[in-house]
């Protein structure tokens, strides 16, 4: 089971974090992802951390994001993050957190996934 937290409403140029708690399975193994989906858009990848076996320090992101969000996990607490920084207008969607054994070899893939949280919505006003 997935659970997102810390979605809201923020002006342009704001920040919010985004917090994903995984329960009844071994976090530590699974490759982390968030996805996100704007109305009448596909849902597409927003960024990976992969499992305690790679290190769990590899990540990857949307090129357009790179520089602006951070994912990052906390084995201990069963917990993803997504720190969202200098938000624009166009971040407004709905953030989905993903988990998936040996996802990261495809990441940026939905169906690499096994577990998908039911998404909280994040929205920028302009």
């Known amino acids: 089971q997935l659970q997102a937290f810390g979605g809201g409403l923020v002006q342009a140029g704001g920040s919010l974090r985004l917090s994903c708690e995984a329960s009844g399975l071994t976090f530590s193994l699974y490759d982390m992802a968030w996805f996100r989906q704007a109305p009448g858009k596909e849902r597409e990848f927003v960024a990976a951390?992969?499992?305690?076996?790679?290190?769990?320090?590899?990540?990857d992101y949307l090129d357009s994001l790179k520089g602006r969000f951070a994912i990052s996990r906390d084995n201990a607490k069963n917990t993803m993050y997504l720190q969202m920084n200098i938000l624009k207008p166009e971040d407004t969607a709905v953030y989905y957190c993903?988990?998936?054994?040996?996802?990261?070899?495809?990441?940026?893939?939905?169906?690499?996934?096994?577990?998908w949280g039911r998404g909280t919505q994040v929205t920028v006003s302009s």
């Open positions: 951390i992969a499992a305690i076996h790679f290190g769990g320090r590899n990540t």
């Open positions: 993903a988990a998936g054994r040996s996802a990261y070899f495809s990441r940026t893939t939905r169906s690499s996934y096994d577990y």
